[in-house]
């Protein structure tokens, strides 16, 4: 009839099956989108939080170290856990034992931490790693090597794939790129002839490097005035022994005593000598060195310091591959070329990473 309202069921919109799909699936959807805006909120608000591990006690990180020149690289993995989320006294426990450059003190020092509940062992260098591997090599104790040469040569390992026990770590490649660090010379010391390098013949990185050093030296028309050292006062007879003009530069290859005889014993008779050296880590510029070309020790410990995570989540260190370094740099410190009188060759310059 005019003027009577339909019934009320007939009211209702009709609404083909299809749309019902269509809302379901728009329903579900913000759904999602809030849950993923809810985890992203929560994530984003405890980005500053430490990391939760599954067990509530802080994890126990022993770092051995032979000796102060391993500052940079514990300083690099420090940070390191720290980006990633580990907080000292919340989640994390840091133990350091450092050996004073006493390579007897290594092992009893591993041995000493063998009832303290290690969660791993970090081997800061070369010795270290050969400490480790001699005490726990048939241990569960994960081992993560920091920084080391020559692995597979000096015995570590089987392979940088398949180290044979669980260890992990970085392999700088110190020994073997040590023929560039001679055409580096060559490049930045034009006139450079006959250059000097301290090794010891039971270290293998250092035996590695001088004899690829010399290798490449040879090619280039270059000598290598090589002197065989292990304590201090070979090295500081060694340096006090040369004489003016002797020697036009010298190359430091990975020896854990030559490097902790670089500030006090090597530096001050260089300079007497006005002898321009090349070494093997930005930490060596910073010392004084003429020169440096390598991988970063602190970009190495940031780096170890990433597979430190995955072996305190629970990945077995020996099912990860030693890694190397993402990038090498080439070092100048200006104040030590400016002193010996170095102007760099323009092709020589353009190589340079950064001056300091």
């Given amino acids: 009839m005019p ?10 919109r009709v609404v083909p099956p299809g749309d019902y799909l269509i809302r379901a699936f728009s329903d579900r959807l913000t759904a999602v989108l809030i849950i993923h805006l809810l985890v992203a909120a929560l994530l984003l608000g405890g980005c500053n939080q430490p990391l939760l591990l599954e067990s509530n006690a802080p994890k126990h990180v022993v770092l051995l170290l032979y000796g102060d020149s391993r500052k940079p690289l514990v300083d690099g993995f420090v940070e390191g856990l720290g980006e990633l989320g580990y907080a000292e006294g919340e989640n994390i426990k840091f133990t350091f034992l450092n050996a004073q450059n006493d390579p007897s003190q290594l092992e009893p020092m591993i041995q000493s931490m063998l009832d303290k509940d290690m969660d791993v062992l970090v081997a800061c260098g070369g010795l270290e790693s050969d400490a480790a591997h001699a005490v726990l090599q048939h241990s569960d104790i994960p081992v993560v090597n920091a920084q080391n040469s020559s692995i597979v040569e000096r015995g570590l390992v089987a392979s940088r794939q398949h180290p044979g026990w669980n260890i ?8 073997e790129i040590s023929g560039k660090r001679v055409e580096l010379i060559h490049d930045l010391l034009p006139d450079a002839r006959r250059v000097l390098i301290l090794y010891h013949d039971k270290i293998a990185p250092s035996r590695i490097g001088y004899d690829v050093a ?38 430091l290859v990975p020896s854990a005593p030559v490097d902790n005889a670089l500030e ?14 090349m070494g093997h880590a930005r930490a060596q510029a910073k010392q004084g060195v003429f020169a440096s070309y390598g991988a970063s020790s602190r970009q190495n410990g940031k780096q170890a310091a990433r597979l430190a995570d995955k072996v305190l989540r629970g990945v077995p260190a020996s099912s990860l591959p030693f890694e190397t370094p993402k990038q090498f740099e080439l070092i100048v410190n200006k104040s030590a070329a400016h002193t010996l009188n170095i102007k760099l060759p323009a092709l020589a310059e353009s190589q340079v990473n950064e001056f300091i």
């Fill in 3 to 12: 003027g009577t309202l339909p019934n009320k069921q007939f009211c209702q």
């Fill in 168 to 175: 992990t770590g970085v392999d700088s490649l110190g020994a």
């Fill in 214 to 251: 010399a290798q490449t030296a040879a090619k280039l028309g270059m000598t290598v005035v090589g002197r065989t050292v292990v304590t201090r006062p070979e090295i500081e007879n060694a340096m006090s022994s040369l004489r003016p003009g002797e020697v036009d530069a010298m190359l």
């Fill in 264 to 277: 006090d014993i090597i530096l001050p008779i260089a300079a007497r000598l006005n002898l321009p050296i």
